[in-house]
């Protein structure tokens, strides 16, 4: 069984540019949530998709958006890109979409740096 | 809304002493809480999780976390701190339909543990 697998680890862009980040879901987890973590700071829900589709965004603005495939994995792209936008984005995947007692289980991440 | 306080940015203790770790939340609802830890570089590990069920939850490497509903505590004890246990630690809230999905986290605590 292989984990929560996210790609590349590390990134630097440039302010005004777009990043996709990619998040490769735990096998038979098909809910897939992603968090920024700023540094020195907790991870703040950005989104969550389940079955492909958007059912929860925390307080991002529309510039982050994201997509879900048909296997699950997912996608978080960043428009516009900001010097605040630089965190480490985690991927988090669980099995359910909202069923209680579903623990998620979070990637290694990817480390953003926007200059 | 929901919101969580981690009082104490950074922890020290001596090896072999009783770790401590608190966490207080807000919330409209009856919440489930979670206590996660991240080693650097890495993604959040789950420690142990409240779900309404027993108030005094166990979880891995022998951390405990008792829930004290009159107030808003979740404090996270571990009767003797080893080496390995330094890392930064999180605690987490989320409504009960949303089971482990969709939290949102304190500000985290760094917990150091002096030989």
């Known amino acids: 069984e292989t984990g929560v697998t996210q790609s590349p680890t590390h990134l630097i862009k440039t302010r005004g540019q777009q990043v996709t980040l990619r998040c490769s879901s735990q096998?038979?987890?098909?809910?897939v949530s992603w968090y920024q973590q700023a540094l020195g700071q907790g991870p703040q829900f950005i989104f969550q998709y389940y079955r492909e589709e958007e059912n929860g965004r925390g307080n991002f603005p529309p510039r982050f958006s994201g997509l879900q495939f048909p296997n699950y994995s997912s996608e978080l792209n960043v428009n516009a890109l900001e010097l605040d936008d630089s965190a480490l984005y985690l991927c988090a995947s669980s099995s359910a979409g909202s069923r209680v007692n579903t623990e998620a289980f979070f990637g290694q991440g990817t480390r953003l740096t926007v200059v | 809304a929901q919101s969580v306080t981690q009082l104490g940015s950074h922890v020290s203790v001596s090896e072999g002493a009783l770790v401590l770790l608190r966490c207080n939340y807000s919330?409209?609802?009856?919440?489930?809480l979670f206590w996660y830890v991240q080693y650097p570089n890495q993604g959040l590990q789950l420690l142990l999780k409240?779900?309404?069920?027993?108030?005094l939850v166990k979880g891995i490497n022998g951390f405990e976390a008792e829930f004290k509903k009159s107030e808003t505590s979740f404090h996270l004890t571990k009767p003797s701190a080893h080496m390995s246990d330094a890392a930064e630690y999180f605690c987490a809230v989320s409504d009960p339909p949303r089971g482990g999905n969709m939290l949102t986290f304190g500000g985290g605590t760094r917990l150091m543990v002096k030989p």
């Open positions: 096998s038979g987890h098909n809910t």
């Open positions: 409240y779900t309404s069920a027993a108030t």
């Open positions: 919330s409209s609802v009856p919440p489930y």
